[in-house]
């Protein structure tokens, strides 16, 4: 139980493009996901929590209108990085929370790696 | 804000031998997590802790949350070449998996066969 899917897995794109990313629980539903930015040998950053139903909360420093996130249904978050520049390229990773195995945790996803040539 | 230093920052071991890693924070955690991260995905959940002082362990790996709720450490026993990853400790002032996490900066660890 409690897996978690992104879609694409990686994907390149051109400068100024938009892309979006999507988060899916599989086998739970998720009301809350959470957005995170990896780049090459860092940890991970918390970009914004995602909502179902109602407007994400985003991380000091995260401009939502660039990264532009819905959680339309319980089972579906979806990340659209907005003309987007080379500086966004990086890993993104999603998470929802799920109690499996009696553990109340964040589950990961696979991530995406977004090139922005 | 918060942060989670993790040492060391990289370990080469060789095959068998016990690895030891551990996690500082500024402030005060009511939950310790450790996740391990392979190239190209997403962290899997190791091991999670929530209570000071306790000690928790999944199979070779044992973990602990310290007494003073500001650090965790993290053992892995008789390492074998797939524990190959980066390991991430990870914070949270409160219980429940709805609430945000904040992650270390990573141990990244090699094991030579």
């Known amino acids: 139980g409690a897996v978690v899917s992104q879609h694409p897995s990686r994907v390149i794109c051109k400068s100024g493009t938009s892309v979006k990313i999507e988060c899916r629980s599989l086998d739970f539903q998720a009301t809350t996901m959470f957005w995170y930015r990896q780049f090459p040998k860092q940890s991970l950053m918390l970009m914004a929590t995602s909502n179902e139903g109602s407007k994400a909360t985003y991380e000091q420093g995260v401009e939502k209108d660039k990264f532009l996130i819905n959680h339309a249904s319980l089972t579906l978050s979806t990340l659209t990085v907005t003309s987007a520049h080379p500086e966004d390229s990086s890993f993104y990773i999603c998470?929802?929370?799920?109690?499996?195995?009696?553990?109340?945790?964040?589950?990961f996803g696979p991530g995406t790696r977004l090139t922005v040539t | 804000g918060q942060q989670l230093n993790q040492s060391p920052q990289s370990m080469f071991i060789q095959e068998g031998e016990d690895v030891s890693m551990n996690c500082t924070s500024s402030?005060?955690?009511?939950?310790w997590l450790w996740y391990k991260q392979e190239p190209g995905e997403g962290p899997v959940l190791l091991i999670a802790?929530?209570?000071?002082?306790e000690l928790t362990s999944n199979g070779r790996l044992t973990a602990q949350f310290g007494i003073t709720r500001k650090d965790s450490f993290l053992n892995i026993s008789a390492s074998i070449p797939s524990d190959v990853g980066i390991y991430f400790c990870?914070?949270?002032?409160?219980?429940?998996?709805?609430?945000?996490?904040?992650f270390g900066t990573g141990t990244k660890l090699q094991v030579i066969p």
């Open positions: 990870a914070g949270r002032p409160t219980s429940g998996g709805y609430q945000k996490v904040t």
């Open positions: 998470s929802a929370p799920e109690a499996a195995g009696g553990i109340d945790e964040q589950y």
């Open positions: 802790l929530y209570k000071a002082g």
């Open positions: 402030s005060i955690f009511n939950t």
